[in-house]
């Protein structure tokens, strides 16, 4: 954990130029690397998908996590989804009209088959505290991923000074597996929140990593 703290500064409203399309997922099941497959999915979608690098891409799978049951990282794991799943695509502005057409598409996952109904969509806001449930990382050491996300924050020109690292995970990611922190930053300016929700940290939020989110405050 690295925390120091920090005057308070009046800032105007920054705006930011991404929107968050959300979608319920209807579907049974899914298989265990559903991020890749769903990013497969929307290449075939969209012809500038591959192309466009500011689009970030997250599955919400209600009760994935709490109450004592954690999910199944083996590869040839299934999860079963609820009501409350949710895909949602943080898309450039000028990219909305035709990512809502997304509206019933069905989508083909190997031997799991979804259909994407639009829910709601939603425009970034700033927030100090910032979450991000994956954040990809080579590192075993603690304390060297935090250097390493430093020094990614500094070259998108953003301050922060507290930052606090939660869970370990594993993620299958184009039939490798991948090691996940969860990643809590506090104290952002308005400025450098919405800055870090537009971009995100690393080159992989087109498979759900390096996204942020708003987070109640932990000051």
């Given at each position: 954990m690295f925390w120091e703290e920090e005057e308070e500064t009046t800032e105007n409203k920054p705006i930011s130029d991404v929107v968050d399309v959300t979608y319920q997922i209807k579907g049974k099941t899914l298989p265990s690397n559903y991020l890749s497959l769903i990013a497969?999915?929307?290449?075939?979608?969209?012809?500038?998908?591959?192309?466009?690098?500011?689009i970030g891409l997250q599955v919400l799978i209600a009760g994935e996590e709490g109450n004592g049951w954690f999910r199944?990282?083996?590869?040839?794991?299934?999860?079963?989804?609820?009501?409350?799943s949710r895909l949602v695509l943080r898309t450039?502005?000028?990219?909305?009209?035709?990512?809502?057409n997304l509206h019933n598409a069905k989508l083909n996952l190997g031997e799991h088959d979804i259909?994407?109904?639009?829910?709601?969509?939603?425009?970034?806001?700033?927030?100090?505290?910032?979450?991000?449930?994956?954040?990809?990382?080579?590192?075993?050491?603690?304390?060297?991923?935090?250097?390493?996300?430093?020094?990614?924050?500094?070259?998108l020109g953003i301050v922060c000074k507290k930052i606090l690292c939660g869970k370990t995970r594993e993620l299958i990611i184009n039939n490798e597996k991948k090691l996940t922190r969860s990643l809590m930053l506090n104290d952002l300016s308005k400025e450098d929140s919405v800055k870090l929700q537009n971009k995100g940290l690393g080159n992989f939020q087109k498979l759900g990593c390096g996204i942020f989110v708003p987070y109640k405050s932990i000051s």
């Open positions: 497969s999915q929307m290449s075939l979608q969209f012809d500038w998908w591959d192309e466009l690098d500011d199944d990282q083996t590869p040839n794991a299934i999860l079963y989804l609820s009501r409350r450039p502005k000028q990219m909305y009209a035709q990512i809502k259909e994407l109904v639009f829910k709601h969509d939603k425009s970034i806001n700033h927030s100090a505290t910032l979450y991000s449930q994956h954040v990809l990382s080579d590192e075993d050491d603690e304390l060297r991923f935090l250097e390493i996300v430093t020094l990614e924050l500094d070259s």
